[in-house]
Nanobody
Framework: QVQLVESGGGLVQAGGSLRLSCAAS????????MGWYRQAPGKLRELVAR???????YYSDSVKGRFTISRDNDKNTVYLQMNSLKPEDTAVYSC????????????WGQGTQVTVSS
């Protein structure tokens, strides 16, 4: 079984910064892509950023230039550094990872609330 534990959410004023972390643990051979989705009330879930095991990254246009995704492969952990936060960044942020066990699986974190006040 694979578990993802997130941390780092909270309340911040507009223009501030937060750093989210997501650590994967359990039994698996390898982790390929790790990333973050977010969902705000009444809105569709949005892919915020993802990073491959080789370090290639993708960002949604809404966060490009403000957010940075990174990972520590030794710690099986992915990070999301969020700068210049805006009220529209308010959402529940969930991490995910694609792992290889006896199959190829996708696992999700429990979600962490990020609230940006104006």
């Amino acid at each position: 079984q694979v578990q993802l534990v997130e941390s780092g959410g909270g309340l911040v004023q507009a223009g501030g910064s937060l750093r989210l972390s997501c650590a994967a643990s359990g039994t698996f051979f390898s982790i390929s892509t790790m990333g973050w989705y977010r969902q705000a009330p009444g809105k569709l879930r949005e892919l915020v950023a993802r990073i491959t095991s080789g370090g290639s990254t993708y960002y949604s246009d809404s966060v490009k230039g403000r957010f940075t995704i990174s990972r520590d492969n030794d710690k099986n952990t992915v990070y999301l550094q969020m700068n210049s936060l805006k009220p529209e960044d308010t959402a529940v942020y969930s991490c995910y990872c694609n792992v290889r066990t006896s199959l190829y699986e996708t696992h999700w974190g429990q979600g962490t609330q990020v609230t940006v006040s104006s």
